[in-house]
C-alpha cells in the first residue's frame, strides 16, 4: 500500500542558485546532494517534516520551469512566516490573505516557481 509522498520535484535552471534559496531563505536542509547525469540529485526536507523536495529538471522537461506549482507549502502563522521570509529576501506576489477557510500567500522562486503559502 501506498504510504506516503515521498518527494516531490521543482524544476530549476541553475541548481546552485535553487539551493541556495530553499537553504537560505526557505530554511530546508540538505538530505543529498550528488551527481545525477548532467544535473545533481538535490534532495531537501523542511525541518519536522517527512515529503522530500527534489531540484531537479527531468531531461526535456524545461519548459515546466516558471510558473504556478502543484504543491503549497503549510505554516502555523502564514502572516508570521511571510515577514520573516519577506525579510530574507523572499518575493510574494500575494501578501496573506484571510479567507472563510484559512489564510494563504503565494511567494516565487528564483526561476519563477510559484508557491501557497497556507494555513494548515
Request: aromatic share 12%; glycine share 8%.
Amino acid at each position: 500500500m501506498i504510504k506516503a509522498v515521498k518527494f516531490v520535484s521543482i524544476p530549476t535552471r541553475d541548481q546552485d542558485r535553487a539551493l541556495e534559496f530553499y537553504t537560505q531563505a526557505l530554511g530546508f536542509r540538505v538530505v543529498t546532494d550528488q551527481p545525477f547525469g548532467e544535473q545533481r540529485w538535490i534532495e531537501l526536507r523542511i525541518p519536522g517534516a517527512d515529503t522530500g523536495i527534489v531540484l531537479f529538471t527531468p531531461p526535456g522537461q524545461e519548459d515546466r520551469i516558471g510558473g504556478f506549482m502543484n504543491l503549497s507549502f503549510a505554516s502555523d502563522d502564514v502572516q508570521k512566516t511571510y515577514d520573516e521570509l519577506s525579510a530574507r529576501g523572499v518575493e510574494f506576489v500575494q501578501p496573506p490573505k484571510t479567507e472563510h477557510w484559512g489564510t494563504s500567500a503565494i511567494f516565487k522562486d528564483p526561476d519563477g516557481n510559484t508557491f501557497v503559502l497556507s494555513s494548515k
